[in-house]
């Protein structure tokens, strides 16, 4: 995601702005190989699932040109979790490198320590988007049943992580960040 966008959408989430998204298909250009900048189409669950997993994304408006396209829209609803999963599909693709990004997408779950690591990085990087620690941010993060203080920076979570993330560094980051 452009970073001017995900600050917007850090800052509607610090400040409880419900967002909603339009052209989650990038107008279909994203369910087309040969039209995705990406170079690799996605499926219609996982361009909606990427869209609602963004920060104070609220609601996601699919267009449609047709009944069966607006079923296979609502099927989203239905689908599991593989179906809506984007990481492997972002971590391949040709066109667009997202190693070292997050993408908060839990491949790295289950930690030893039952730490949320997408959550702590992602309330992390709403911080540093801020330069600083919001409240609301500071409060979310103190609500999570583990904090990044608790890591025992074992790696296995790196193990796991598509993206390359180095997920150590940013749990001692977290831990400097809310001081647990």
């Given amino acids: 995601m452009d970073p001017e966008r995900q600050r917007l959408y850090e800052t509607c989430q610090r400040l409880g702005v ?13 369910l ?3 039209l995705s900048p990406a170079g690799a189409a996605l499926t219609v669950n996982q361009c909606i699932h990427y ?23 609502l099927a989203y609803e239905d ?25 908060y997408c839990s ?16 309330f992390l990087h709403l911080a540093e988007a801020q330069k600083g620690v919001p409240e609301t941010v500071r409060e979310h993060y103190a609500l999570l049943p583990h904090h990044a203080g608790e890591c025992v920076q074992c790696g296995v979570c790196e193990t796991r992580c598509p993206f390359g993330v180095d997920v150590r560094a940013n749990m001692r980051k977290a831990k400097e960040v809310f001081g647990y």
């Fill in 18 to 30: 419900g967002i909603t998204v339009m052209k989650c298909f990038g107008g279909g250009d994203l």
């Fill in 32 to 34: 087309d190989a040969k």
């Fill in 79 to 103: 689908a599991g979790d593989a179906e809506r999963d984007y990481a492997a599909a972002f971590a391949s693709f040709p066109r667009i490198r997202w190693q070292g990004h997050c993408m």
């Fill in 107 to 122: 491949h790295c779950a289950p930690c030893p320590q039952k730490i949320s690591v997408a959550d702590v990085t992602k």
């Fill in 51 to 73: 869209a609602l997993t963004r920060p104070a994304v609220a609601t996601v408006l699919a267009g449609a040109h047709s009944a069966e396209q607006f079923l296979t829209s």
